[in-house]
């Protein structure tokens, strides 16, 4: 157990019927449905040693629950808030892929043009499958190109190690290094270096810098204030989230800021919770869209996006489609992405038949005990517990009132 002070565990926020666009009215059963899941949320994070977490729910316009909990920062005992800012992860590829997507439909590239087109220095990669100019962007966007998980995959823990490669340069040496891992375009494996790829691709396309084109062409129009990319911008520092790792049942703070350096594409994003759920509302097709918003990217090009390319595992209903995962949970069919890095965990679902989405993020993550791999089922806290109950609540009990 944690030694998180005994007020971490105290809820900080919950509001019912506070609208981010056009207000509509709840169901009235939505008060008892979403009951559990507050329940679930703070007790869980209580008991798992979680510093600070927050979540969101929405139907359309209107955000109908807001959980905040625990501490932001630890040393000053500042609390989660409205305003707090947490780190995504690598729910930085859906925002990769929406760019992509905008390139696309402006007609500066296709899904199936060779990645070799923009990022010619994959050639050095080793194909036993094929010749490298074989590879697409869409194979990239869907996870299926047969690149490897990790971008920095000889890490030891030094501390003199990067936290991710700085400087194109270091992956470029890596390419003599590296091999393609199985058929393009016959199954699935998570690549974070794909999407750095994507990015790179991108921002040849754009003529500008990856996080100089997010900024204009998403975060402007999408009204997301408070989001960025890598380090604090001073006048936000406040609402910064440390993040933890838990060491022998003790959260240890790694800092507020860490830079994905040249991996931005696959997983620099930072922002508060209220900013994604505005990215989540565009997505869902809110009724009460600004112009702008509606016109990030086309309708017809986000459903594109949410059609599977290849399964999860043989066998599977559950799929990648073009920069989403698309899964059934109790018997609906979502869309969603997760994230994963440093001490921070988030995950978010959307429901486009109803138009309703849910998501949180937390700011502690397992750091390995002696004898304890982080990943092992031992490791506190249990991130697949905290998410797998809230999605199993969520899907079971308050999707389901906006499908009527």
């Known amino acids: 157990m944690s030694t998180i002070p005994r007020r971490a565990a105290i809820a900080t ?73 947490f780190h995504w992860g690598s729910v930085t590829k859906t925002l990769t892929a929406v760019a992509i997507m905008q390139q696309r439909d402006r007609g500066r590239l296709t899904l199936d043009d060779a990645i070799l087109r923009t990022v ?19 194979q990239l966007l869907s996870h299926s190109a047969g690149f490897r998980n990790g971008t920095w995959p000889w890490g030891n823990g030094k501390p003199w190690e990067p936290f991710e490669p700085t400087e194109w340069s270091q992956l470029v040496a890596m390419m003599p290094y590296t091999e393609v891992l199985f058929a393009p375009g016959t199954q699935y494996g998570y690549s974070n270096p794909g999407y750095v790829y994507l990015g790179r691709a991108l921002e040849h396309h754009a003529g500008e810098a990856y996080e100089t084109y997010v900024e204009k062409n998403l975060f402007r129009p999408l009204g997301m204030a408070s989001s960025y990319f890598d380090r604090t911008p001073y006048h936000l520092l406040p609402h910064r989230s440390n993040n933890y790792l838990t060491v ?36 869902a097709d809110a009724p009460g869209l600004s112009a702008d918003a509606r016109g990030v990217l086309a ?20 799929s990648l489609g073009l920069g989403f995962f698309l899964e059934e949970r109790n018997g609906l069919r979502l869309v969603g992405h997760t994230g994963s ?64």
């Open 13 to 85: 926020a919950f509001a019912l019927g506070a609208a981010s666009l056009d207000a509509q009215p709840a169901p009235r059963s939505f008060a008892a449905a979403w009951a559990p899941v507050r329940a679930f949320f703070h007790a869980t994070l209580a008991a798992e040693g979680m510093v600070g977490g927050s979540m969101a729910f929405f139907p359309g316009d209107t955000v109908l629950a807001r959980e905040h909990f625990g501490f932001a920062d630890l040393a000053t005992q500042r609390r989660v808030d409205d305003r707090t800012i």
């Open 120 to 138: 010619p220095e994959l050639r050095a990669v080793h194909n036993a499958f094929g010749p490298m100019d074989a590879i697409t962007i869409r």
């Open 248 to 283: 022998a049942g003790t959260p240890v703070a790694q800092g507020l800021d860490f830079d994905t350096g040249i991996t931005v594409a696959n997983g620099g994003l930072n922002a508060p919770v209220g900013d994604i759920v505005r990215y989540l509302q565009f997505l």
């Open 299 to 318: 309708r017809t090009s986000l459903e594109e996006m949410w059609r599977g390319v290849v399964p999860q595992r043989a066998g599977s209903r559950d």
């Open 341 to 404: 890095q440093a001490g921070f965990r988030a995950f978010f679902y959307i429901d486009p038949t109803s138009r309703a989405g849910v998501v949180a993020v937390f700011n502690t993550a397992p750091g390995g005990d002696a004898g304890v791999p982080p990943g092992s089922p031992g490791a506190t806290p249990h991130i697949d517990v905290i998410i797998g109950g809230l999605v199993d609540r969520v899907t079971k009990q308050v999707f389901p009132l906006y499908r009527r």
